[in-house]
């Protein structure tokens, strides 16, 4: 899967602006596969608003990304039946994280920086009764991401915590277009882009056609 995001600093016709573009791109080349809210304004409402639009315009898979567990429920009720991939999860939030999910009944990431804190993570919300978990190891740069998703990889046939999706952030330009080609060549399932412009996405989706 891959994801472009779709910030809730944006005002709203902005946003049904972009999201009508992708649309049109996803008609034309397959592309993207999903969108992801970002909580950008960090403020409840404002990513309610914004999850709410999306929803009415967009058909496709979603995604809410937020550091504040605290305005997730609202955002998940104007999503209901759309099971969206809540991002954000890490050591300090991961019970507010898993309690969202839980009572959702939605996906989630888990995100540290170290493989090992990650695998732990995975481990505290498998025991909160979540089996839908995706792996952010929050890879930095291009060596970084080739050398843990090909970790993450190995572990998987030894380690159980480690058989999950493994999602990996990109950003913009040409350099993130790179690290969400790597990362889906080399074991990643989820790739989270924030923009990417038409050519760029025509790229990627060959490449990963082709590799299919």
């Known amino acids: 899967m891959i994801a472009l995001t779709v910030s809730d600093a944006m005002d709203p016709d902005a946003v049904c602006i972009r999201v009508s573009e992708l649309m049109k791109r996803k008609e034309r080349i397959g592309f993207p596969d999903a969108l992801c809210i970002r909580n950008d304004s960090f403020d409840g409402e404002r990513f309610e608003e914004i999850a709410d639009i999306i929803s009415k315009i967009w058909d ?30 890490n050591a300090q939030n991961i019970e507010q994280f898993c309690m969202a999910a839980g009572m959702f009944g939605c996906p989630m990431s888990v995100s540290a920086e170290r493989i090992e804190e990650v695998l732990d993570l995975v481990h505290k919300a498998s025991e909160s009764g979540m089996t839908d978990i995706a792996i952010d190891p929050m890879v930095k740069n291009m060596k970084q991401c080739l050398e843990v998703c090909t970790d993450l990889y190995r572990l998987s046939d030894t380690v159980p915590e480690a058989k999950h999706p493994v999602l990996i952030r990109a950003w913009s330009g040409e350099y993130a277009m790179s690290i969400a080609s790597v990362s889906l060549l080399n074991h990643a399932s989820i790739v989270l882009v924030d923009d990417l412009d038409s050519d760029c996405c025509e790229t990627l989706n060959k490449l990963v056609t082709s590799a299919l």
């Open 60 to 89: 496709g898979e979603l995604i809410l990304e937020t550091d504040e567990p605290v305005n997730l429920p609202k955002a998940l009720l104007r999503l209901m039946g759309r099971r969206p991939l809540i991002v954000g999860a």
